[in-house]
């Protein structure tokens, strides 16, 4: 039998080893598969990792973001209060005094001005500090990643409390230009207008619209300008001159400049102004509402046009939205800025420039 068996191998030799070495190939070629599938795996299970955490950091920022725009709203109203202040007049007024015609007209005029000043320059805030905090998130998110271990960090803290305070520019003397500019149109909108001139909530809107329309295109400068002064000067000094960190700062400043400079900024600022000056109309649509108990015309009790209001009772309603526009307490008009899609979706886009290495060597 065992004779048998050998003569057979001996007939078959070849066959024998040509399928030893295709099951050995077999066998090796199976390992490379599995070395390579188990790379591809720990791979994928990294790239997930690195996003995952990328992600976090995304949202821990924008949460920064949020509570950054709310601590800064209190700073925001006491310089527009302090350059427009209302509240000297009212107390004047208190007093009857002989040019009391002349004061309600101040009044007139100072009170449209702080609340359409307030709406611009909190929209200018949400979105400015989205791209700041944003740039810097994601410089530090690269700082903090595995690969810019031993290097010089991209944004160390001295720098971000440099680059940072560049917001005193829309506090100072951008907040005081806008102011500039905005009396100016609302004096040529409703300084001749009479206190005893009726105005419908429509009618209050199509002011507001044209207000904002001359603003808009009456400026010499872009809305960008009063956010971040363009004048290379300005920047250095703001940079407190020219040593390493002083460079960066500039950098950084440069960098913003040319964000807020884009289109897609204009669009997200355009947006947020939008809904700012709605959310306004919102908040004044709850003076003009019709009597309790009047059903005249239950069509004409949701009309813009259905009630009226002297100016003299609009102007304390008007100097009094203030208080809710630039509320560090999270009104309806702030929510709706901050959780706005396309402040969220351009603060992302802005993020994930800013933390991706190979965009910022290009």
């Not at 909108?189 to 206190?195: E, N, Q, R, V």
Request: some cysteine; overall charge negative.
């Amino acid at each position: 039998m065992f004779s048998s068996a050998w003569n057979f191998i001996k007939r078959h030799k070849k066959k024998f080893l040509f399928t030893g070495a295709v099951a050995g190939g077999v066998y090796l070629l199976g390992k490379y598969a599995q070395k390579k599938i188990m790379a591809l795996q720990e791979k994928e299970a990294m790239d997930y990792i690195a996003q995952a955490r990328r992600q976090f950091h995304f949202e821990s920022n924008q949460r920064t973001c949020n509570m950054t725009v709310l601590s800064m709203l209190p700073p925001l109203k006491e310089a527009i209060v302090i350059q427009l202040n209302s509240e000297s007049l009212t107390s004047l007024l208190k007093t009857k005094p002989a040019n009391k015609l002349e004061i309600w007209e101040d009044l007139k005029i100072i009170s449209f001005t702080r609340t359409v000043v307030a709406v611009y320059s909190t929209c200018m805030l949400v979105v400015l500090l989205r791209v700041q905090l944003n740039i810097i998130g994601g410089y530090l998110y690269l700082d903090n990643s595995v690969g810019k271990n031993g290097t010089t960090p991209l944004a160390p803290p001295d720098i971000q409390q440099q680059y940072l305070s560049s917001i005193q520019h829309l506090l100072g003397d951008g907040l005081a230009e806008l102011m500039t500019l905005v009396k100016k149109v609302v004096q040529n909108s409703l300084g001749g207008l009479s206190l005893k001139h009726s105005m419908s909530l429509l009618e209050l809107e199509q002011q507001l619209s044209w207000i904002r329309a001359e603003v808009e295109a009456g400026s010499e400068r872009s809305l960008s300008w009063y956010m971040l002064s363009d004048d290379e000067d300005t920047l250095a000094d703001q940079a407190c001159g020219l040593t390493e960190n002083d460079l960066m700062t500039i950098r950084l400043l440069n960098e913003t400049r040319d964000m807020l400079d884009s289109p897609d900024f204009t669009t997200v600022l355009n947006a947020c102004l939008n809904r700012g000056f709605s959310r306004l109309l919102d908040n004044l649509a709850e003076f003009f509402r019709p009597p309790p108990g009047d059903c005249s015309s239950s069509a004409a009790s949701d009309s813009l046009s259905a009630v009226s209001l002297p100016l003299a009772k609009i102007i304390p309603i008007i100097n009094g939205q203030i208080n809710t526009i630039c509320s560090e307490t999270p009104s309806h008009f702030v929510q709706e800025l901050l959780l706005n899609d396309q402040v969220k979706e351009f603060a992302a886009n802005v993020y994930d420039a800013f933390s991706t290495q190979e965009e910022l060597q290009k």
